[in-house]
């Protein structure tokens, strides 16, 4: 995976020694070029660039991604106290790491990619397309956050902008929900894009406009708090355009083993903790004892390919045995090392670690799984909820059991395999039951939060909005937040001095910066 991007300096370099041998030409005679345009050849890699940086570096992911948001909805835990989102701790290098990140990292070359080809009719579909990579990172960020940097963001070398304003949600949603809609429409199948350098759909232009429109009903579907009129608005636009119809159409970045140049760096960064330090079944994260049992006590055919202990990641000839899902067992979240001892019964000292499960670093938390940013079956259960609302064709019942098939089936990009018959049995013993508006969300709502193991950023963001699944806080002595689960990450610290006038704004506005703030379509 674009062993020719090693890092953005040697990009960089490249694109200083091009303006070097341009401007030598014939002395000091001027040129009749836009000084801040970039050669046609470099946009295609600034948007590989881009992507593998949004897929992870393995540093604001992991903090972000899995010590907050994975341990807030539960589906991780740990004794560590540097695992801020078990505990409900305030950890300003933790909280800080993605906004710091993404700003740097993953929105620079799209804003210029954008201003370099907004005019530009034959490179069209480069636009739009990094328009639509835009909303990918952009919402990420408001949506852990809320008011952000976005209209001023990222133009420190385009327009020279160093402390932008912080934009309401309410306006960015609006934003990208329009962007997405012009993206979707103004994508041709007859002119060129990013070619192998879009490592994720190669260039095809129809599997970007579904993405398109399955990122708008997933948008969409977020304001069914906040503007619900607007939410059934591009509910019905996104259905309209034409979302995703199978997992051929998965959003996701492939790795490969290797250097960190193709590896996958979030998994790298799991599998370091047990391999490097030699933890042996030690390691400082566990699956929550919530998602563990989500998974034991409905049988689910994926839990050998999620779960495993420490024997089956030492000896991959052991996996059946490490694997077993009747061995499996989750860890509770909101302990320490020390308050677990005379919390859980047996337990003894940390040598009782290695009874609990882990993420199955041979599968789905391998070097080589790839970075998911939106699936199939995440579609199918928002086309439930839009039939639950009465947005949407279809049934609710059928929408969830494509959900719940493709959600098993795509294993197989792990190297795991669900049979039809598993499949068939598990919705058998759970059919989608058509009780209540509450109990339809609460199943379709649990559905979408395990199907977005290690992308807790999603399921965060819609167990915010739905409430489901219903999880049980801790009370961890010393929380931030009173023994309630976070609503959002506080601002980086540095916001407060080096852009303190708009951010002063942004906290005026919002409420204060605590992790207990909602973000604008997060009502109760």
């Known amino acids: 995976m674009l062993k020719y991007i090693k890092n953005k300096t040697v990009l960089m370099s490249a694109l200083a020694a091009t303006v070097l041998l341009t401007s030598c030409d014939n002395g000091f005679e001027e040129l009749n070029t836009d000084p801040n345009a970039l050669p046609n050849a470099e946009l295609p890699y600034m948007f590989a660039y881009s992507v593998v940086r949004t897929s992870g570096t393995g540093y604001e992911n992991h903090r972000a991604n899995l010590i907050y948001a994975g341990a807030m909805v539960q589906h991780f835990a740990s004794l ?85 304003k912080y934009d309401r949600q309410q306006d960015i949603y609006n934003d990208m929900l329009n962007e997405l ?18 490592i994720v759909f190669g260039g095809n232009v129809t599997k970007w406009k579904k993405f398109a429109y399955s990122m708008m009903l997933r948008l969409g579907m977020r304001l069914t708090k906040a503007d619900p009129a607007k939410a059934e608005t591009y509910v019905k636009k996104a259905i309209a355009g034409g979302v995703m119809t199978s997992n051929e159409d998965i959003a996701k970045v492939a790795h490969a083993e290797g250097n960190d140049n193709t590896r996958n760096l979030d998994s790298n960064t799991l599998r370091t903790q047990e391999y490097v330090n030699n933890l042996r079944g030690k390691s400082n994260s566990k699956l929550s004892k919530t998602f563990v049992d989500f998974l034991k006590n409905n049988n689910d055919p994926r839990m050998p390919f999620i779960a495993t202990l420490w024997q089956g990641n030492q000896d991959p000839t052991q ?59 995440e ?55 058509t009780g209540t508006t509450a109990q339809q969300m609460e199943q379709i709502a649990t559905q979408y939060w395990a199907v977005n193991f290690l992308n807790s950023y999603e399921a965060y963001a819609n167990w915010r909005r739905t409430d489901f699944p219903v999880l049980t806080p801790t009370n961890y002595t010393g929380n931030a937040t009173g023994g309630v689960i976070p609503r959002r990450l506080r601002y980086p610290t540095t916001e407060a001095s080096k852009n303190a006038t708009n951010y002063n704004e942004a906290v005026a506005r919002q409420g204060a910066d605590l992790l207990t703030t909602r973000v604008w379509w997060d009502k109760q």
């Open 181 to 198: 809609e012009q993206a979707a429409l103004g994508l041709d199948a007859n002119k060129s894009t990013f070619g192998a350098n879009d």
């Open 379 to 433: 579609v199918e259960y928002l086309l439930a909820e839009a039939s639950v609302r009465g947005w949407g064709s279809g049934t609710a019942a059928d929408h969830y059991n494509k959900g719940v098939t493709a959600a098993m089936e795509m294993m197989s990009l792990y190297g795991g395999t669900v049979t039809p018959a598993q499949i068939t049995a598990y919705l058998a013993a759970h059919p989608y039951q």
């Open 80 to 164: 560590e106290t540097y695992w801020s989102g078990d505990k409900y701790l305030y950890n300003s290098a933790y909280s800080d790491a993605y906004f710091e990140t993404a700003y740097k990292n993953h929105a620079k070359e799209l804003e210029e990619i954008i201003a370099n080809t907004r005019n530009n009719p034959e490179q069209s579909n480069l636009y739009n397309i990094a328009r639509i990579w835009k909303v990918v990172v952009y919402h990420r960020i408001t949506d852990l956050y809320g008011d952000i940097p976005y209209t001023e963001a990222a133009k420190g070398y385009l327009e020279y902008i160093y402390a932008p």
């Open 319 to 377: 996996e059946a045995t490490a694997t077993n899902p009747a061995r499996q067992k989750g860890l509770p979240n909101g302990f320490d090392a020390t308050t677990i001892r005379s919390s859980v019964s047996g337990w003894g000292t940390t040598d009782s670690l290695p009874l609990y499960s882990e993420a199955n670093l041979n599968r789905i938390a391998s070097n080589s799984a790839p970075t998911v940013f939106q699936t199939y079956a």
